[in-house]
C-alpha cells in the first residue's frame, strides 16, 4: 500500500437487523445488549451492529469470521442485496443505502461486480456469454464487449475455453469463469464471498497467488470474504476480523498476528504458523560492519577484526551490494600486498527481499552461515538476518 | 326429527351469474366465437387441403429432425393406420382443436405462471383457482360454455383451455421459482432489471420445466377435446360419441386408437423439444 491512498468506501454505522421490528432490537443494542439477548427478547436477529470502516482504493481488504458472524451479511450490504436497517455506506460521494431503485441499479453496474462461492455461473451461456452478462446488463455494444470478455478469460488463463459450457469445466476453472465475468465488468470494486472456498486446497493456493498477480497488474479495490485465517494472512492488505456482527479488530495480517485485539482473535491465530506471516523484515538487524569496494584488504581486515566477524558484506557509494568477503581472502590478499579487494568480492550468498517469510529462511542457513542479506528492489542493502534472530523473532510472536 | 335448514340456493346464483354474463356480454362472447371458429376453419381447411401422404412426410420429417428415426417410423405407422380406418379427417378436427386450444392456454399461462412466481400475493391468490379449475370434473365446463358460445367447436375449445390451462401455470411458476437462488442474486449483483433479470436467467433456466407443463397442457387437451364431442365438437370424439349411441364397440375402439396414437405422437415430439433445449 502506498502512503497516498485514498478512501474509496467509506462504511459508517452499518447495522442489519433480521425480522420485523428492526427499531426495538436496536433500541437494546443501544442499552448495551448482545445479539443472544436481542434474539431472546425481541425475536429479532442483529445480523451486524454498527460496523465502521474504510476500504482504501486499490488495496485488497478481507473481511473475516467464522460462519453467523455477519460476513456474507455485510458483503451483501454494500450493494444492497441485502437492505440494511441504518447506517452510511459512501462511495464516491454517493450514499448506498438512500439511492432510489433506478440509481441502485446504476450504481451496482458501474461500482460492484461480485464472485460467489459456488460460482454462480449461467449454465445455458457458455464461458463467453458468461463474461460477457455484466456488459450486457449494461447495454455495451456487441463487438465492445466480447473484446473485452475475451481479455478478461485471457487474464485468467482461460483461452481457448470461450465456447466451452460452464458443466464442462473443472471447479477451479469454473471459478476463473466467475473472475473474469466480474473483471470483464471492469466496475471500481470487487467482491468476493468465499470465492475460493469451495475449491480444494491445491487450487485454492493456485487461486489465492494469482489474484494476488492480478491485484499486483490491476490495483483493483477489492473486499474479500473468507472463514480461513490462511487464506486471509495469505492474501490480505488488511484484515477485519468479524464476530457475532461486530468489529473485533482491523489490521494488517502482522497486526493481527502479533497484536491480537483479544482473546477470540487470538485463539483464532493460535493454529497459524507465525513463520508464515513474520518476514524478513522483522527479524533483520541493522548491519554492523560493512566494506566498500574502494577499501583495500587491510581496511577490511580491520573491519572485520575489530567486530569479530568471519565475514563482511561489500557495497559501493549508493550502499547498493556488491557481494561478500571472507576473512581468508582478505589475509592472503593483505599478504600478497593487493591494493584493492574487487577481486576477492564473492558472489555466492543468500539474500532475499524484505518481504520474504521468515519460514523460507530456515532452508537457506547454510554450513558457513553466513548472515542472509536484505536487499530492496535497488539491491540496496537493508540489513542481515543471522539465525539467532529468526528464532527469537519467533519465539517473542509466539509469547504474545 | 329433520331440522328444516333453507338450502343454499348456490347453483341458483350461479346460473344467474352465467345469465347476466351471457346476456349482458354477449358481443363479447360472440366476438370471441367469431375469431375463434375462424381460426379452426383456417387451420382445418389448410390441413385437410394437403393430401394425406404430404402432411403424413412432414410429420415423418420433424420427428426426424427433433427426434430420430424411430420417432419418425413410429409416426408413419401410426398416421398410416388412422388413414386405413377412415378416421383421418376427424383427426385432423382433433388436431386442430388441440392445437389452438393449447396455444390459447399457453398464452394466457406464461404471463400467469410468470406473475404467480414473482409475486407471492398473486401466488396465494393463484393457486386456489387452479385447485378449483383441475379438479372440477371436466364436463361441467361444457355446460356454461353452450350458453356463451353456442354448440359446436368454439364451445370446445373455451371448456378445453380452462380445463388444460392450470399445468402450463403451474410449471411455469415452479419452474422460475426453482431458478436456484445465487444464480438470481448474481443477476441482480451486476444490475440487472427485472426484465433482464427474467428474459436472461430466469426464463431460459425455466424453459425445461415449462415445456414439461405445456407437454401436460396438450394431454390434458386432447382428453377434453375427446369429450367435447358431447357438446358438438368435431373430430375423434365425435366418431367414439357416435359408436356409443349405436353400440358399435368396433368403431369406438377404432377412433380410441387413433386417440392413442395421436397422443402418442404429440407426447413425445413436445417431449423431445424439451430433451433438446435441456442439452
Known amino acids: 500500500m502506498s502512503e497516498t491512498e485514498q478512501t474509496k468506501i467509506q462504511v459508517r454505522g452499518l447495522s442489519k437487523v433480521f425480522g420485523n421490528h428492526p427499531k426495538k432490537a436496536l433500541e437494546l443494542r443501544d442499552k448495551g445488549m448482545k445479539r443472544p439477548e436481542i434474539l431472546e427478547k425481541t425475536g429479532q436477529t442483529l445480523g451486524l451492529s454498527n460496523i465502521t470502516f474504510d476500504v482504501q482504493e486499490g488495496e485488497l481488504l478481507v473481511i473475516m469470521g467464522l460462519s453467523g458472524s455477519g460476513k456474507s451479511t455485510l458483503i451483501r450490504c454494500l450493494n444492497r442485496l441485502i437492505e440494511p436497517t441504518e447506517g452510511d455506506i459512501i462511495i464516491d460521494g454517493e450514499n448506498i443505502p438512500k439511492l432510489s431503485e433506478k440509481a441502485l441499479l446504476e450504481c451496482r453496474r458501474r461500482h460492484f461486480s461480485m464472485v460467489f462461492q459456488h460460482f454462480a455461473l449461467f449454465p445455458h451461456r457458455s464461458v463467453q456469454m458468461n463474461a460477457e452478462f455484466g456488459l450486457e446488463i449494461r447495454g455495451i455494444d456487441k463487438a ?252 517473542e510472536a509466539g509469547e504474545q | 326429527m329433520a331440522i328444516d335448514i333453507p338450502r343454499i340456493p348456490l347453483g341458483d346464483w350461479i346460473e344467474a351469474g352465467l345469465d347476466f354474463l351471457t346476456s349482458e356480454y354477449s358481443i363479447v362472447t360472440r366476438g370471441i366465437s367469431r375469431v375463434t371458429q375462424t381460426g379452426i376453419n383456417a387451420l382445418n381447411d389448410a390441413l385437410m387441403w394437403m393430401p394425406e401422404w404430404a402432411l403424413m412426410a412432414i410429420i415423418a420429417l420433424l420427428c426426424w429432425r427433433l427426434s430420430g428415426v424411430r420417432l419418425a417410423i413410429g409416426a408413419s405407422l401410426g398416421l398410416a393406420l388412422i388413414w386405413n380406418m377412415g378416421l383421418w379427417f376427424p383427426m385432423i378436427e382433433s388436431l386442430t382443436l388441440v392445437v389452438i386450444a393449447t396455444l390459447v392456454a399457453v398464452v394466457i399461462a406464461l404471463p400467469v405462471g410468470i406473475l404467480a412466481a414473482l409475486s407471492d400475493k398473486f401466488y396465494g391468490l393463484i393457486m386456489p383457482i387452479l385447485d378449483f379449475m383441475q379438479t372440477m370434473p371436466a364436463f361441467v365446463y361444457l355446460i356454461p360454455a353452450i350458453p356463451f358460445f353456442g354448440i359446436g367447436s368454439v364451445s370446445a375449445i373455451f371448456a378445453t383451455v380452462i380445463f388444460a390451462m392450470p399445468p402450463a401455470i403451474r410449471f411455469t411458476t415452479l419452474g422460475i421459482r426453482q431458478v436456484p437462488k445465487d444464480l438470481v442474486e448474481a443477476a441482480d449483483a451486476f444490475g440487472s432489471t427485472r426484465g433482464q433479470k427474467l428474459v436472461k436467467v430466469q426464463l431460459p433456466l425455466s424453459l425445461p420445466t415449462i415445456m414439461a407443463g405445456i407437454n401436460q397442457t396438450i394431454m390434458l387437451a386432447l382428453s377434453m377435446v375427446v369429450i367435447a364431442a358431447m357438446i358438438g365438437a368435431d373430430g375423434l370424439g365425435n366418431e367414439v360419441w357416435k359408436a356409443i349411441q349405436r353400440l358399435r364397440p368396433g368403431d369406438g375402439f377404432e377412433a380410441g386408437i387413433a386417440v392413442v396414437i395421436l397422443a402418442m405422437l404429440l407426447d413425445r415430439l413436445t417431449q423431445t423439444f424439451r430433451k433438446t433445449r435441456k442439452a
Not at chain 1, 487474464?155 to 469454473?174: F, I, K, N
Not at chain 1, 473474469?180 to 480444494?200: C, Y
Not at chain 1, 547454510?366 to 530492496?376: G, L, T
Open chain 1, 144 to 395: 465492445e464487449r466480447a473484446k473485452k470478455a475475451r481479455e478478461a478469460l485471457s487474464h485468467v488463463g482461460l483461452d481457448g475455453w470461450e465456447d466451452a459450457m460452464p458443466s464442462q469445466l473443472s471447479g477451479g476453472m469454473q471459478q476463473r469463469v466467475g473472475l473474469a465475468r466480474a473483471l470483464a465488468n471492469d466496475s471500481s470494486v470487487l467482491l468476493m464471498d468465499e470465492a475460493f472456498s469451495a475449491l480444494d486446497p491445491l487450487i485454492r493456493k493456485d487461486m489465492q497467488q494469482e489474484l494476488l498477480e492480478l491485484q499486483h497488474r490491476m490495483k483493483k479495490t477489492t473486499i474479500f470474504i473468507t472463514h480461513d485465517l490462511d487464506e486471509a494472512l495469505a492474501i490480505a492488505d488488511r484484515i477485519i476480523l468479524l464476530k457475532d456482527g461486530e468489529i473485533v479488530q482491523i489490521g494488517t495480517p502482522e497486526e493481527i498476528m502479533t497484536h491480537p485485539a483479544d482473546d477470540y482473535v487470538a485463539r483464532f491465530t493460535e493454529g497459524v504458523d507465525i513463520s508464515r506471516i513474520l518476514t524478513a523484515r522483522h527479524a533483520m538487524r541493522p548491519v554492523r560492519a560493512l566494506a566498500r569496494n574502494d577499501d583495500g584488504p587491510r581496511t577490511v581486515l580491520h573491519k572485520l577484526s575489530e567486530n569479530g566477524l568471519d565475514s563482511i558484506y561489500v557495497t559501493d557509494r549508493e550502499r547498493k551490494l556488491l557481494g561478500l568477503v571472507e576473512a581468508d581472502a582478505a589475509n592472503r590478499a593483505a599478504r600478497e600486498g593487493q591494493r584493492s579487494i574487487e577481486d576477492l568480492i564473492s558472489d555466492d550468498f543468500p539474500r532475499v527481499g524484505p518481504d520474504e517469510p521468515l519460514h523460507n529462511l530456515f532452508a537457506m542457513f547454510n554450513e558457513k552461515s553466513y548472515p542472509i542479506a536484505v536487499v530492496d528492489e535497488e539491491r540496496r542493502l537493508l540489513g542481515v538476518v543471522v539465525k539467532g534472530a529468526v528464532l527469537a523473532q519467533l519465539a
